[in-house]
């Protein structure tokens, strides 16, 4: 069960924050498309990029912006749409 949770929705893109044992997750949906960036629980690590909450890792990121911009494209839409949880704010190094 996650120790944490939030979802936001703006401009027809879904954001939802999540906790696992072993990460911090924050996944994008937008019209079937999604995107999802993680981290690892203690919020030191590089940030993944992946397809789907649970998928392949694309890339990694020291910063968040780097992140989001890679999430929004693979969504197809500018970074500064996507809507982030307040729970998600401080990701990144």
Known sequence: MPDAESEVTA????ARY???E????LAFERDGASAAVAQNVEGYAMLKVRPTADGDELERYY???MALDHAAELLGVAPSTLPIPDAAADMGM
């Open 11 to 14: 401009e027809g893109i879904t």
């Open 18 to 20: 999540y906790e696992t």
């Open 22 to 25: 072993t990460e911090r997750v």
């Open 63 to 65: 910063g968040f912006d």
